[in-house]
């Protein structure tokens, strides 16, 4: 018997997000440690200043490599084998390279292990919000989807207190235990999605309609399959999957036609502008910043790091709370606004008050190119928690939840492949670029991000569009809309959040004062598609023809 309580099911499914989160931590407690940069050195004195800047940017880097390609595969996985069996399959994979890792005697089968555990969290974080947002209510969906991102925040702080309490053993061993204790969250992972129920969207595509009608009356009416809101989703489901079988085959090809291409490009600049805040590059190489600083000892180094991964946590918390009564939009203008602030001040500050420490860097750290000291260091430390603070309930969180929001069911689970491989592709090249970046080109490392910040916020106003609050079939309205732009559909500044039509929705069935369903058309690729959307008979539309979706 399957399990239907949809929090359950999110917290097990978000422990394959947490895997990404343990893997940031392991590398970045760990790259700082006298015994792995002695084990791995390769100054030509064997002076223990380990892999030379390069070479650590590749180590770091080949994990988001093996991701780029893991999610990109995933859509065909999830596809054929369902959400639920991908992701355990992730977690084997994980556990495959988890033991390469922390077996390695060299570079090279260092570089290979996380390969494969990039491979492992490419699977798992393209699929697991699309399983979720598959899974959850429209009034839950953003936070339970968010909790992906919450699950994440939670690997990195408990790896790194783990690679932090290890770093006291003496020899490989401070790395080696940390790196094979990453095998357990994926072995509960694996045991724990058995007792899951399969995404009751991909059973609908595959004729499959009893189990679908089960599983949303499982976890949608409390085993009733008579439930208003599960007749309803049901409906829903059939329609839009009787549309779909007009269509052929998916294949990523699909994606760039001219009736998706924006929601493409929406989905992918998601995952792409998430990266390039800056936010992973901190979690990443966030030792790099404090030995700047003068933190001192590799134990001071660590401690005064790891706050910033507490902060991560706990300021994660208030998006699951609100984020689906926010919306999305507001959340990501607002995250953008306040990290471009964070990252000019870190720039200004280190431009002004540091001085060049040479080519040895500070504490023989050369992408720790700057030396700050006095109140100017203070500032540079508060400001990164203020960074990671405001990154925290805002686009991690709604990084996640966003693309499986905006595509229709027949591409959903490659579209959201290929948006997260784009995330991954963008965190393989920033974590290869920033150690040379470091010390190449210094305090303007915090410009360069400064500036995508605001080119993010000019993106997010003109061209994302709301989906909070509706119904995955409602959203695709929203791109389909006659009324709004060709090819774009409702104007993205027009959306809003109408959260207590859905809770409507979600009790009854229905808006109370609803009209009758009306066939409503939209033009699709030169086609006429027919679809039923169910519209208020008020509040849906302004003076003129504005629609508020």
């Not at 706050?307 to 919306?327: C, E, H, K, S």
């Not at 609803?514 to 008979?537: A, D, L, N, P, Y």
């Amino acid at each position: 018997m399957a399990w239907g309580n949809i929090y359950l099911i999110a917290a097990i499914a978000v422990i394959g997000g947490g895997l990404f989160g343990f893997d940031i931590s392991s590398m970045s407690a760990i790259i700082s440690t006298p015994q792995y940069k002695c084990y791995f050195d390769q100054s030509p004195d064997r002076s223990c200043t380990g892999p030379r800047a390069d070479v650590q940017g590749g180590i770091t880097a080949s994990m988001p490599g093996g991701s780029w390609l893991g999610a990109l595969v995933s859509g065909f996985l999830s596809d054929i084998l369902g959400r639920k069996r991908a992701i355990m399959a992730g977690a084997v994979i994980w556990v495959i390279g988890s033991i390469i890792v922390s077996a390695s005697q060299n570079i090279g089968m260092l570089i290979v292990g996380r390969i494969i555990n990039g491979f492992s969290v490419g699977i798992c974080s393209a699929q697991v919000p699309v399983y979720i947002a598959e899974l959850a209510p429209p009034s839950k969906r953003g936070r339970l989807i968010g909790a992906q991102q919450w699950a994440i925040t939670w690997g990195i702080l408990i790896m790194f207190y783990i690679s932090y309490g290890c770093s006291f053993l003496d020899g490989p061993k401070a790395f080696r235990v940390p790196w094979a204790l990453q095998m357990l969250p994926a072995i509960g992972l694996f045991f724990g999605m058995i007792m899951l129920p399969e995404s009751p969207r991909w059973l609908a595509r595959k004729d499959r309609w009893e189990e679908c009608r089960a599983v949303l009356a499982l976890v949608h009416g409390k085993g009733d399959p008579n439930t208003p809101f599960v007749a309803r989703e049901y409906k829903d489901i059939k329609d839009m999957v009787e549309f779909e079988r007009q269509n052929a085959d998916v294949t990523y090809l699909e994606l760039l036609k001219p009736n998706m291409i924006n929601r493409t490009h929406i989905g992918v600049f998601t995952q792409i502008w998430s990266q390039l805040t800056g936010m992973n590059v901190m979690m990443y190489y966030i030792t790099y910043v404090f030995t700047m600083t003068g933190a001192g000892s590799t134990a001071a180094l660590l401690l005064s790091s790891s706050i910033q991964y507490v902060i991560n946590v706990v300021m994660t918390i208030p998006a699951l709370l609100f984020v689906d009564r926010w919306g999305r939009r507001p959340t990501l203008l607002v995250g953008a606004t306040f990290m471009a602030i964070w990252m000019f001040a870190n720039a200004g500050l280190l431009a002004s008050y540091g001085e060049y420490a040479g080519p040895e860097g500070v504490n023989n750290t050369p992408e720790a190119s700057i030396r700050i000291s006095g109140p100017p260091a203070k500032a540079v430390i508060a400001c990164t928690y203020l960074f990671v603070a405001s990154f925290a309930p805002t686009w991690g969180p709604v990084s996640w939840i966003y693309p499986p929001e905006i595509y229709p069911l027949r591409v959903r689970g490659k579209a959201v492949a290929l948006s997260t491989s784009a995330n991954w592709a963008m965190n393989f090249a920033l974590a290869y670029f920033v150690p040379p970046a470091f010390v190449n080109i210094t305090w303007k490392v915090y410009i360069l991000f400064g500036v995508f910040l605001v080119a993010m916020f000019i993106h997010v106003f003109f061209m994302f569009p709301e989906t909070a609050n509706k119904t995955l079939e409602e959203v695709e309205y929203i791109f389909l809309d006659p009324h709004g732009i060709k090819g774009i559909g409702t104007p993205a500044w027009k959306t809003k959040v109408n959260h207590k039509r859905i809770l409507d929705v979600e009790r009854h069935g229905s808006v109370a004062g609803e009209g009758e369903e009306v066939e409503t058309k939209g033009i699709t690729g030169g086609s006429v598609e027919e679809r039923r959307i169910e519209r208020q008979s008020s509040g849906e539309r302004s003076s003129g023809d504005e629609k508020k979706i």
